[in-house]
């Protein structure tokens, strides 16, 4: 069973940065389709950058711009710049659940808060 290990988030100011790591327990193979996900509070878990074979890459309208998705041999990272309030959430990473029928199991993800 894969696992995943999220880390690097913190509380940061409107406008700084983070960068999120996410450990996958084995290599990520070129079929593997990886995403970062985030949930607020009170809020559906909602997909918010991916990243597939070639390294191609997708981000949600909300983040575009601002976040870059990347990964090597067995992490996938997430550059967070210009952060806003409305980043602030628990942020996971998984399979791209647009490409797969199913999911590893969830981490424990690492909580972002953007407050001045």
């Not at 406008?15 to 327990?25: D, E, K, M, Y």
């Not at 878990?45 to 601002?66: N, P």
Request: hydrophobic letters at 30%.
């Amino acid at each position: 069973q894969v696992q995943l290990v999220e880390s690097g988030g913190g509380l940061v100011q409107p406008g700084g940065s983070l960068r999120l790591s996410c450990q996958v327990s084995r290599r990520i193979y070129s079929s593997d389709r990886l995403a970062w996900y985030r949930q607020a509070p009170g809020n559906q878990r909602e997909l918010v950058a991916g990243i597939s074979s070639f390294d191609r890459t997708y981000y949600a309208d909300a983040v575009k711009g601002r976040f870059i998705v990347s990964k090597d041999v067995n992490t996938v990272y997430l550059q967070m710049n210009n952060l806003k309030p409305e980043d602030t959430a628990d942020y996971y990473c998984n399979r791209d659940q647009r490409y797969h029928d199913t999911l590893w199991e969830w981490g424990r993800g690492t909580q972002v808060t953007v407050s001045s």
